[in-house]
């Protein structure tokens, strides 16, 4: 393997991907390492936990062919230290020669026949999205979602492609207190029909952060992978082999009180006001009445009280809940003005935002 490369490009192309070198809670050393294969035209950089596949394509001059895996942390480092300017590298014996105008440095390496076997799947497009969107509908989610796999159905994020109708994505995220549904329209779809498949946590994490280069991303899903692709990164992962709960059921189809609020305020409150919750419970009660919202935590340590103006619909109302989740809901939504419709204090409360009608959270009351 003999290729020349830009420092800039290969410092840009290893920062995207050998974060994950260092997330690796398995018992391999090789998945500290980072895959470097020289191919006709360009040099890709792959890393892997076994369970997500990294890969970026980086422009050089390839002389020779080739492959090795190296320290991804040592590397990266290394690289980023180094000028803008042109680098020349070369492997012999399992030891890659690195130069450029001031420094000379030699890195022993793994062989590439000891890295784990990469899936190869065909990267056609099923579904393209536009990244914004798939961001902030992301980031309107992964709060609500339990990483903990305790209850595998739970700890990914759900997409159903083609719905509600076709051409559509939803996302939904849960961890069983509180639920996020999001829905984005599709910029193209080559398969028409519903599609519904659990992505786990961190991969939907690792396509959060691929939405910040290019304008689409592309999405390919197989029987038991998926495929996250634009012109910068590829995200390759498995799919979680479990039901997703029938969320749709606790959604209450019948409220008693409507109430509209600032976001920003409702926030800056709550943030004061739950400082004198029970520690292990968060919780703050909310009473509604004559267009008041009245907000009140209480413990050992003290009471604290605060009241907001609202435009009231239906009947006054009282419900506690977990003040984090509160919280993690408003931050969502930044400053934009907010609804929340309750029932009682047995039923989830469904939180909407102005802005935003394809937004829907529950949240789980706490029982007094």
């Known amino acids: 393997m003999k290729f020349i490369c830009r420092q800039e490009n290969l410092k840009t192309g290893l920062n995207l991907i050998s974060h994950l070198t260092t997330k690796s809670k398995d018992n391999l050393p090789i998945l500290k390492n980072i895959l470097l294969q020289a191919k006709t035209g360009y040099l890709e ?21 080739g492959a090795i895996t190296l320290p991804g942390q040592l590397f990266t480092n290394y690289i980023n230290s180094l000028e803008p300017e042109n680098i020349s590298f070369e492997l012999k014996d399992n030891t890659l020669f690195i130069s450029n105008k001031k420094h000379k440095t030699k890195i022993n390496g793994v062989p590439a026949d000891d890295y784990p076997v990469l899936p190869q799947l065909t990267k056609t497009t099923q579904y393209q999205i536009k990244s914004n ?8 989610i992964l709060f609500a979602i339990s990483p903990i796999e305790n209850r595998i159905e739970i700890s990914g994020g759900l997409m159903v492609f083609n719905e509600p109708q076709k051409g559509y994505l939803t996302l939904v995220g849960t961890d069983s207190y509180r639920l996020s549904e999001k829905k984005i329209s599709l910029l193209k779809t080559t398969n028409n029909k519903p599609r519904k498949v659990i992505v786990p946590y961190k991969t939907l994490e690792e396509v959060s952060r691929m939405t910040n280069y290019d304008k689409q991303i592309n999405i390919f899903v197989s029987e038991n992978q998926i495929i996250f692709f634009n012109n910068t990164l590829e995200v390759i992962s498995r799919i979680i082999s479990a039901n997703y709960p029938s969320y749709k059921e606790i959604i209450p189809e019948k409220v008693r009180t409507k109430i509209s609020l ?5 926030l800056d409150i709550l943030r004061s006001v739950s400082l004198f919750s029970e520690k292990d419970v968060n919780d703050v009660f909310l009473e509604i009445k004559k267009g008041k ?3 009140t935590s209480s413990s050992n340590i003290g009471e604290s009280q605060a009241e907001i103006n609202i435009d009231l619909v239906g009947e006054n109302n009282k419900i506690r809940f977990n003040s984090k989740y509160l919280i993690d809901f408003l931050n969502s939504v930044k400053k934009d003005e907010i609804g929340i419709e309750v029932v009682d204090q047995n039923y989830p409360a469904i939180f909407r935002q102005k802005k935003d009608t394809d937004y829907l959270h529950l949240i789980m009351p706490v029982k007094a």
């Open 293 to 295: 919202l009245l907000i």
């Open 133 to 140: 969107e798939l961001k902030q509908g992301l980031e309107k």
């Open 45 to 65: 950089l792959v890393s892997t936990d076994l369970e997500i596949v990294l890969k970026t394509k980086v422009r050089a001059k390839i002389e020779k062919q």
């Open 262 to 266: 600032s976001a920003s305020e409702f």
